[in-house]
């Protein structure tokens, strides 16, 4: 069982910047893809970034794409989801999630909510206007 917690959320204004993080206690994350998703009130859950192994790779759901940046720290155990120009439509409750699968390519990344197999229990974005 992999455990992801994330921390991070909070209340901003229009424009600000947010960093979450997501790590693993007892765990690198390193050797996963990792992705961030979010889910809004009333919506479902949906793609906001993803990371491959060892960063060869990141993809970005069009919405925040240019806004939001995912990464890893150095020693492999946090993966970050920065958000700039945070828009109210940004409010969610947003999910980091890890797919321990062993992809044979080091450029997979994961799209869909089926690609990951552990989720955190989520920390929540409110972006005012």
């Known amino acids: 069982q992999v455990q992801l917690v994330e921390s991070g959320g909070g209340l901003v204004q229009a424009g600000d910047s947010l960093r979450l993080s997501c790590a693993a206690s007892?765990?690198?994350?390193?050797?996963?893809?990792m992705g961030w998703f979010r889910q809004a009130p009333g919506k479902e859950r949906e793609f906001v970034a993803s990371?491959?192994?060892?960063?060869?790779?990141?993809d970005y759901a069009r919405s925040v794409k240019g806004r939001f940046t995912i990464s890893r720290d150095n020693t492999g155990t946090t993966v970050y989801l920065q958000m700039n120009s945070l828009k109210p439509e940004d409010t969610a409750d947003y999910y980091c999630?890890?797919?321990?699968?062993?992809?044979?390519?080091?450029?997979?990344?994961?799209?869909?909510?089926?690609?990951?197999?552990?989720w955190g229990q989520g920390t929540q974005v409110t972006v005012l206007s």
């Open positions: 990371i491959s192994r060892n960063t060869y790779k990141t």
């Open positions: 999630a890890a797919d321990i699968r062993d992809h044979s390519s080091w450029f997979t990344t994961g799209l869909d909510i089926a690609d990951y197999d552990y």
């Open positions: 007892g765990r690198t994350l390193s050797t996963y893809v």
